[in-house]
T-cell receptor, first 114, second 110 residues
Framework: DAGITQSPRHKVTETGTPVTLRCHQT?????MYWYRQDPGHGLRLIHYSYGVKDTDKGEVSDGYSVSRSKTEDFLLTLESATSSQTSVYFCAIKEGPGGSYEQYFGPGTRLTVT | DAKTTQPTSMDCAEGRAANLPCNHS???????VYWYRQIHSQGPQYIIH???NNETNEMASLIITEDRKSSTLILPHATLRDTAVYYCMVSKTSYDKVIFGPGTSLSVIP
């Protein structure tokens, strides 16, 4: 357990509404990641962060934005949710220089957009 | 980023060794090989990683070929709880756009 929590764990929302998912870590890790997982596609990287206010796009970033105003929180926002964004979202952390480089994943958020 | 290829699925008898192969022929010199697994709908779990030497921990062993173009994850005595999707990936130790492939679905059979 790497001290990662995700909230909410489950959410149902309507098309066109904004949605924010939160990833919280308690161990001060530098790198944080957001992935989505869909049947037939495995895990796909949405955005990642390499420090406070330092973020970059992953392979499926369209329709998503992120923010990291403090080390422990990495927020993923769907500005206007679409049905194609129905998925399971996983947050992950990685320690970085001076530490280990394996990723540790949160429990996931199941999002349904109707 | 180097890509990986893995068999889609494999079966293994309970108590026997499970050997999961991965090809990463475009791996670069500073990229590590990582293995993760995902049990049902849980978040992926780190298993092991290595650069060029074979590695062993309490969960598994990792065998990397001398040319580093392929590797094998070995679960020495598979149990039913090892039934999961196993992902092989390559990544630098710096922050990186880590790419997961579709993985291998391992079924451990009683």
């Amino acid at each position: 357990d790497a001290g990662i929590t995700q909230s909410p764990r489950h959410k149902v929302t309507e098309t066109g509404t904004p949605v924010t998912l939160r990833c919280h870590q308690t161990e001060n890790h530098r790198y944080m990641y957001w992935y989505r997982q869909d049947p037939g596609h495995g895990l796909r990287l949405i955005h990642y962060s390499y420090g406070v206010k330092d973020t970059d796009k992953g392979e499926v970033s369209d329709g998503y934005s992120v923010s990291r105003s403090k080390t422990e929180d990495f927020l993923l926002t769907l500005e206007s949710a679409t049905s194609s964004q129905t998925s399971v979202y996983f947050c992950a952390i990685k320690e970085g220089p001076g530490g280990s480089y394996e990723q540790y994943f949160g429990p996931g958020t199941r999002l349904t957009v109707t | 980023d180097a890509k990986t290829t893995q068999p889609t699925s494999m079966d293994c008898a309970e108590g026997r060794a499970a050997n999961l192969p991965c090809n990463h022929s475009t791996i670069s010199g500073n990229e590590y090989v990582y293995w993760y697994r995902q049990i049902h709908s849980q978040g992926p779990q780190y298993i092991i990683h290595g650069l060029k030497n074979n590695e062993t921990n309490e969960m598994a062993s990792l065998i990397i070929t001398e040319d580093r173009k392929s590797s094998t994850l070995i679960l020495p005595h598979a149990t039913l709880r090892d039934t999961a999707v196993y992902y092989c990936m390559v990544s630098k130790t710096s922050y990186d756009k880590v790419i997961f492939g579709p993985g291998t679905s391992l079924s451990v059979i009683p």
